[in-house]
């Protein structure tokens, strides 16, 4: 009867200090930190092949977007045509314009698709570097499409397809290549300039950003930002001190043993 209880007592716990010792190690595994992708291979492996050749051959643009990846970003890459199209303008620019018009092309937060289509407005870019040098462009929907507006371009380039989507990292190609009205001419005959959407008085700075184009920006003119990287990471960091219940169970092992044996 007694040697009944100790054999019960063991059946109940062995298994479960067993299984507290699995999870431990289960638990583990996911915490190594994933690598950072390859910013130009990701572009031209979901087809953006000439820009991301671009980017890789300017090497102040390639150096910024693969750094801009540690804090957030959201990039926009023109497709191949698009490219192609716009090589005879860009060819035309200095080693430091062409950086710029590159770094225009990614705004130093990370966007969801569903997080651009509520975050609509005035947002500065990896260019922009103080107010001498705004960069900026308006992302506005029309309808389920998200369009980019740039002074300089009478119409708007449109949101094709998502070439990479990973927190905190997103990257959507465009059908056109993006104009910053810092190195073109405004457009001549500007539609009646759609109200642009209300900018939020203090804008505050990204604090992840290591580039000086950004660092030294007052502040991204990025509207009602909720979706901030810190606030992206911390869902990220949930799965710790797997190894407390595991030594509960341990402990409660020889007690259980003791009292087992106390009662044969
Ligand atoms: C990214 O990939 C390209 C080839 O697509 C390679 O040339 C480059 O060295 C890679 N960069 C890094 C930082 O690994
Ligand atoms: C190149 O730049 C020159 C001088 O700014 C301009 O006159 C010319 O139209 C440009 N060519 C192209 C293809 O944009
Ligand atoms: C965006 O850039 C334009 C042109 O450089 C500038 O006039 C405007 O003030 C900038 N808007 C914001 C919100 O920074």
Redesign the pocket.
Known sequence: MRRLHLAAVLFVFLPLAVSAAGTKEAAKAPAAPPAPPNITAAMAKGGCKAFAALVAASPDARSTFQSAGDGGMTAFCPSDDAVRSFMPRYKNLTADAKASLLLFHAVPVYYSQRSLKSNNG?M?TLATDGSAN?F?FTVQNEGEQVTIKT?ASDHAARLKSTVYDKDPIAIYALDTVLEP??LFEPAESPAPAPAPAP?ADAPKAPKKTRHRHVADAPGP?VAADDTSPADQKKSSKKSASPAAPCLRWLAALPVAVAVAAALA
Do not use: G, I, Q
């Open positions: 005035v500065n705004n900026n002074d009205v810092e900018v003119a």
